[in-house]
């Protein structure tokens, strides 16, 4: 009953092609639209339909005008749908840098693509990263993987490296995700510095950014401890106020991630 042998990194990348599937875009639309819908469809299949065949004096063809009007709707309604995003191919990504001493970093990207239809892509990806299939159906106690489980299906799945790596033959099933995962490094990132000081279980001084980029919506996060210090503008730096009391006792409630969310 013991687990099979598994590396921190697989382990790691096992949970992100459920956090990939998280698209905004894809989400229902308004409610306020769909109601707005649904009273000029109310409205012309019930008191407009009636006033036209009373005026025509044909009341009698009710039995054909709301089907028909009914119909008339759901193809508004699917058409409306296929035009929002029904034809488009949705990329997501998510990259974590470690920022080393020496201003440069590594990096692990974690890419999705969404497919409106089952067909396959071929994906080219600039840096020069080391690029590796992503599944979300590893379980790393299990003492056995079942069979039908498998990354992807149809076209044989081959990834290219070089300067740019490609990924051929990504088949995806309609309106599902396939991802895979890009390691590699960043020269002259910059660094995140520091001149902090601990007094009576409080951590106090400062974050600065000597990074090229923004920090928009960063967190100081020790154990579960945790502190928005917001945006770092590049060059700006951050004041820190953290108490760690009671910093090494057990984690009785939710997860810190979900405590920052």
Same mark, same amino acid.
Do not use: C
């Given at each position: 009953?013991?687990?099979?042998?598994?590396?921190?990194?697989?382990?790691?990348?096992?949970?992100?092609?459920?956090?990939?599937?998280?698209?905004?875009?894809?989400?229902?639309?308004?409610?306020?639209?769909?109601?707005?819908?649904?009273?000029?469809?109310?409205?012309?299949?019930?008191?407009?339909?009636?006033?036209?065949?009373?005026?025509?004096?044909?009341?009698?063809?009710?039995?054909?005008?709301?089907?028909?009007?009914?119909?008339?709707?759901?193809?508004?309604?699917?058409?409306?749908?296929?035009?929002?995003?029904?034809?488009?191919?949705?990329?997501?990504?998510?990259?974590?840098?470690?920022?080393?001493?020496?201003?440069?970093?590594?990096?692990?990207?974690?890419?999705?693509?969404?497919?409106?239809?089952?067909? $396959?892509?071929?994906?080219? #990806?600039?840096?020069?990263? /080391?690029? @590796? *299939? =992503?599944?979300?159906?590893?379980?790393?106690?299990?003492?056995?993987?079942?069979?039908?489980?498998?990354?992807?299906?149809?076209?044989?799945?081959?990834?290219?490296?070089?300067?740019?790596?490609?990924?051929?033959?990504?088949?995806?099933?309609?309106?599902?995700?396939?991802?895979?995962?890009?390691?590699?490094?960043?020269?002259?990132?910059?660094?995140?510095?520091?001149?902090?000081?601990?007094?009576?279980?409080?951590?106090?001084?400062?974050?600065?950014?000597?990074?090229?980029?923004?920090?928009?919506?960063?967190?100081?996060i020790l154990g579960?401890?945790?502190?928005?210090?917001?945006?770092i503008p590049a060059?700006? $730096?951050?004041?820190?106020? #953290?108490?760690?009391?009671? /910093?090494? @006792? *057990? =984690?009785?409630?939710?997860?810190?991630?979900?405590?920052?969310?």
């Amino acid at each position: 009953w013991m687990p099979v042998d598994i590396g921190a990194r697989q382990q790691f990348a096992s949970n992100m092609p459920y956090a990939l599937q998280n698209l905004p875009l894809l989400d229902l639309p308004s409610v306020r639209g769909l109601a707005v819908m649904l009273f000029f469809y109310i409205l012309s299949v019930g008191p407009i339909n009636f006033l036209i065949l009373k005026r025509a004096r044909k009341l009698h063809f009710a039995w054909i005008s709301i089907p028909a009007i009914t119909l008339l709707f759901s193809a508004l309604t699917l058409g409306f749908g296929i035009a929002l995003h029904g034809t488009d191919i949705f990329i997501n990504k998510i990259t974590f840098l470690q920022v080393e001493s020496s201003g440069d970093a590594k990096y692990t990207a974690f890419v999705g693509v969404f497919s409106p239809a089952r067909t $396959s892509y071929q994906v080219s #990806l600039g840096g020069g990263g /080391l690029v @590796s *299939p =992503l599944s979300p159906y590893y379980e790393p106690w299990m003492s056995s993987v079942d069979p039908g489980m498998t990354f992807t299906s149809g076209n044989t799945l081959t990834m290219v490296q070089g300067e740019p790596a490609l990924v051929k033959g990504l088949s995806i099933d309609q309106w599902s995700m396939q991802s895979f995962m890009s390691e590699g490094e960043v020269e002259d990132f910059g660094q995140i510095q520091s001149d902090l000081m601990l007094s009576n279980d409080i951590l106090s001084g400062s974050l600065s950014n000597q990074t090229r980029f923004d920090l928009l919506d960063s967190y100081l996060i020790l154990g579960q401890k945790y502190q928005h210090t917001g945006l770092i503008p590049a060059g700006g $730096s951050a004041d820190i106020n #953290l108490n760690l009391n009671s /910093l090494g @006792s *057990p =984690l009785m409630n939710t997860s810190l991630s979900y405590t920052i969310f």
